[in-house]
C-alpha cells in the first residue's frame, strides 16, 4: 500500500497554517522556556479538573463555571496573541496582565462566594468593577479566540439592553442601568455564568478531551482507512470518501473548518488528480464537512447543548438527528456519484487502498464511540458516559501497536484537549450574555411576534403562515450563524431565532415539536459556513484545491441542498424526527425522501442515466420536491413519474453502453 504521504500535498505546517487563516482558534503561540513549561502545567490542571468534577461530582454552580472560566481566559491570554501580527514566540507584557485580572476576577466567586450567594439587591462599587472586567476580559479572549462577529453580536446585545428606552418600536423596553446589566452578566446564572457555559464546563470539555484521546491513540486515522475501504475504489471514490471520512470524524470535532483541512488535506488533492474541477473538489469536502456537525451522536457538541436548551433527553435527540443525516449525507453521496459519471471520473487506484481484511480487523476501534451512546441509554450521566468513552478508547488502544497510548501520548491527549476547550469555553461565555440581555429584555417573544406579524399579513392560510415563517425564521439563523463556532452558533439561534417558531406554534397550536423547532433552526445556523458570503468552512477548502472562495461555496451549497430541505419536511412532519410514529410510516418517509434526493440530486448534477436536457432537469427537480413533500398522495404521484422517468431514460440509453446510472452497483 502507497504511504498516504506519498498523495497528502499539505504537510502539517502547511495544514497548521491554513487552520490558522480561517479558523481563531488555531492561532496560538508557540512558545519555549519556562513559560511553555507553565502553560503546559495550567492545560494538564485544566484537564484534571474537569475529569476529577465530571467524575466525582462537580462543585456548586457558580464554582464550577468560574473556575473554568478562569483556566480558559488566562490560558487564552497567554496563547492567543491580540492580533494576527502579534509575537508567536513571546507573551505581551499586557497579556500577562490581562491574565493576572483574569484570575482576580474569576477567583472573587470563590473567596466570597458565601457573600455573593446571600448577598440582596444591588450590587458594590467593588462588584461593579469585578463584574465590569469580567464582560471586557470575556469579550476580549473571544475576539482572540473565535473571532470579531460574535463579539460585535454580544456587544450589540449588551448596548441595546442599557439603550432600550431610545430604541424604536418594538425594540423600546424599560432598559436596564450600568449596576443591573453587570450584575445580571456576572453575579446571576443568566449571563456569563449561564447555561451556556454550564455545559462547556461540564459535557463539551469531556467530549473534546474524549475527541483528542481519539486522536492521540490513532484510532480517528482509522475513518479515514474504513472510508478508503468501503468508497474508495467505487466511482467518484476519493470524493465518497470524503463523504464517509467525514461523517465520523465530524461528529466529534467541533469545527467545520478544523474538519475540512484535517480530511481534506487528503481527499482534495485525491479528488483534483483524479480529474474533479477544483471548486467542485473544495465544495464536497466543505459541504461534507459541515455536514458533520449534524451527525449523531455528538453532532460538534451541539446535542449536550440541546439537551439543556430544548429540555429533551440526549437519547431522543440523537435519534431524532439519525435520518435527516442520513439523508444529508446521501445527498451529497448521490451528486458526486452523479458528477463522476458525468465526467467519466474513475476511483482511487488498488495500490492507494488499505487492506479490506486489516481495515476489518479493526472495526472494534469504533467502540469507544458505540460505548457513548450505550452508557447514556442505560441512564448513565453525559458526563460519566464521557469519561468512560476515554476510559474505552484507553483499552482499546491497547489491542494494536500503532494506536497504543503511551505516557507522552496520554499527556498530549490531555494538553490538547484542554487547548481545544478554550474557544468553546470564551464562545459559551459571550453567547450567554446575548442570552442573558434577551431574558431580561423579553426581546426574543418580540422578535417572535413581528415576524409572525409579518408573515400573518401575507397570508392567514395556516400551511403558507408556517411556510413563511419558517423561511424568514431560515434567513434570520443563517445570517447570524454567519462566522460562529457550531456551540455559540445553536446557543445564538435558539436564542434569537426559535422566538419566532414558538410564538406561531403559542398563537395557532401546530402542532410543532419543541426537539423540531430547535432542530431547524441548528440546521440552517450550521449551513452557514457554506452558505455565501461568509462561508469559512468553503473559504478553507480553496486553500487546499486553490478554487474561487464564492464559487466553491456556491457549489458547496448546491451540494448540500438536502440541509436546505429537510428541516422543511421535519418541521411539516414531525415523524422524520420519529417523533409520533410507526415503522412503515417511517419507512415511506426515507424511502420517498432518498429517491426525491436521487431525483433533486439529478436535476442540479444535470445527468442520470444519460446528460438531461433542461426540460428534463425541471421535471426531475419537480418529481423531487414531491417526493419530499410530506404529503402522502403527492409523494405517491411523485414515486410513480420517478419510477417512469427512470425508465423513459433507461429505454433512450439502452443498447448505448451508457448506462450506469443511480442505481448502478458502482454507487
Known amino acids: 500500500m502507497t504511504e498516504k504521504k506519498d498523495i497528502t500535498q499539505l504537510s502539517e505546517k502547511e495544514q497548521q497554517e491554513l487552520m490558522a487563516k480561517y479558523d481563531a482558534e488555531s492561532r496560538s503561540r508557540q512558545l519555549s522556556g519556562i513559560m511553555s513549561k507553565v502553560v503546559i502545567i495550567l492545560l494538564f490542571a485544566f484537564s484534571i479538573f474537569q475529569l476529577y468534577t465530571g467524575y466525582f461530582g462537580e462543585l456548586t454552580a457558580y464554582l464550577q463555571r468560574t473556575i473554568h472560566l478562569g483556566f480558559a481566559l488566562v490560558l487564552i491570554f497567554l496563547l492567543f496573541p491580540a492580533s494576527k501580527k502579534g509575537n508567536m514566540k513571546q507573551i505581551a507584557w499586557y497579556d500577562y496582565i490581562l491574565a493576572l485580572l483574569s484570575v482576580i476576577v474569576c477567583g472573587y466567586w470563590p473567596v466570597f462566594y458565601e ?17 465590569g472586567l469580567a464582560i471586557l476580559l470575556v469579550m476580549e479572549a473571544t475576539r482572540r479566540v473565535v473571532g470579531l462577529p460574535l463579539v460585535i453580536v454580544a456587544g450589540s446585545f449588551l448596548l441595546y439592553a442599557l439603550f432600550g428606552p431610545n430604541m424604536p418600536g418594538f ?16 453575579f446571576t446564572t443568566e449571563g456569563i455564568l449561564g447555561t451556556p457555559l454550564q455545559v462547556s464546563s461540564t459535557f463539551i470539555f469531556l467530549f473534546i478531551l474524549f475527541g483528542a484521546f481519539l486522536t492521540q491513540t490513532g484510532i480517528g486515522n482509522y475513518f479515514n482507512d474504513l472510508a478508503l475501504t468501503i468508497a474508495g475504489r467505487r466511482v467518484g471514490g476519493p470524493a465518497k470518501v470524503a463523504v464517509f471520512t467525514s461523517a465520523l470524524q465530524g461528529t466529534i470535532s467541533g469545527s467545520s473548518v478544523a474538519n475540512v483541512v484535517q480530511s481534506g488535506s487528503y481527499t482534495i488533492p485525491i479528488m483534483k488528480r483524479l480529474g474533479y474541477r477544483k471548486n467542485f473538489a473544495g465544495a464536497v469536502e466543505a459541504a461534507a464537512s459541515t455536514g458533520g456537525q449534524i451527525m449523531p451522536p455528538v453532532m460538534g457538541a451541539a446535542a ?6 430544548a429540555g429533551v433527553p440526549y437519547i431522543e435527540i440523537v435519534i431524532a438527528a439519525i435520518i435527516p443525516a442520513f439523508l444529508y449525507f446521501a445527498g451529497i453521496w448521490i451528486m458526486v ?20 481484511k486489516e481495515v476489518l480487523k479493526g472495526l472494534y476501534l469504533l467502540t469507544p464511540i458505540l460505548a457513548i451512546v450505550v452508557f447514556i441509554y442505560m ?22 501497536k500503532d494506536t497504543r497510548i503511551t505516557l507522552p501520548k496520554l499527556f498530549t491527549a490531555l494538553t490538547d484537549g484542554a487547548r481545544s476547550a478554550l474557544g468553546v469555553a470564551a464562545a459559551t461565555a459571550c453567547a450567554g450574555m446575548i442570552v442573558g440581555v434577551i431574558s431580561r429584555t423579553g426581546l426574543g417573544l418580540k422578535l417572535g411576534n413581528e415576524i409572525v406579524g409579518l408573515a400573518r399579513d401575507i397570508t392567514s392560510e395556516s400551511t403558507l403562515l408556517l411556510l413563511l415563517t419558517l423561511v424568514f425564521t431560515m434567513i434570520t439563523s443563517i445570517i447570524i450563524g454567519m462566522g460562529s463556532p457550531t456551540t455559540a452558533n445553536y446557543i445564538i439561534t435558539s436564542t434569537i431565532a426559535l422566538p419566532v417558531i414558538m410564538t406561531l406554534e403559542a398563537q395557532y397550536n401546530m402542532g410543532i415539536p419543541v426537539l423540531a423547532a430547535h432542530m431547524f433552526v441548528f440546521y440552517f445556523g450550521i449551513v452557514a459556513d457554506i452558505t455565501p458570503p461568509v462561508a469559512l468552512a468553503a473559504f478553507a477548502a480553496t486553500g487546499i484545491s486553490g478554487g474561487e472562495p ?13 440541509a436546505f430541505i429537510i428541516p422543511y419536511m421535519f418541521m411539516f412532519n414531525p415523524a422524520m424526527l420519529l417523533i409520533d410514529t410507526n415503522v412503515l410510516e417511517v419507512i415511506w418517509i426515507f424511502v420517498t425522501a432518498l429517491t426525491g434526493m436521487v431525483a433533486i440530486g439529478g436535476a442540479l448534477i444535470g445527468y442520470w442515466y444519460k446528460s438531461l436536457n433542461w426540460f428534463e432537469r425541471i421535471v426531475s427537480l419537480v418529481i423531487g420536491f414531491m417526493l419530499v413533500y410530506p404529503g402522502g398522495l403527492i409523494s405517491a404521484i411523485g414515486l410513480g413519474l420517478f419510477i417512469a422517468m427512470i425508465a423513459y431514460q433507461f429505454m433512450i440509453n439502452k443498447g448505448k453502453g451508457t448506462g450506469a446510472g443511480v442505481e448502478g452497483a458502482s454507487v
Open 337 to 356: 456519484h452523479l458528477e463522476a459519471k458525468k465526467q467519466g471520473l474513475r476511483g482511487v487506484s488498488s495500490e492507494d487502498i488499505p487492506s479490506k
Open 550 to 562: 464564492i464559487r466553491t461555496g456556491f457549489n458547496a451549497s448546491r451540494l448540500a441542498i438536502a
Open 171 to 186: 425594540l423600546a423596553h424599560r432598559g436596564l442601568d450600568l449596576n443591573q446589566l453587570i450584575d445580571a452578566m456576572f
Open 115 to 131: 457573600a455573593l450567594v446571600q448577598k440582596v439587591g444591588g450590587i458594590n462599587q467593588t462588584q461593579m468593577i469585578i463584574g
Open 379 to 400: 441512564g448513565y450521566s453525559i458526563s460519566r458516559a464521557a469519561i468512560y468513552g476515554i476510559i474505552f478508547t484507553l483499552i482499546v488502544s491497547l489491542f494494536r
Open 304 to 309: 449536550f447543548l440541546m439537551v439543556e436548551f
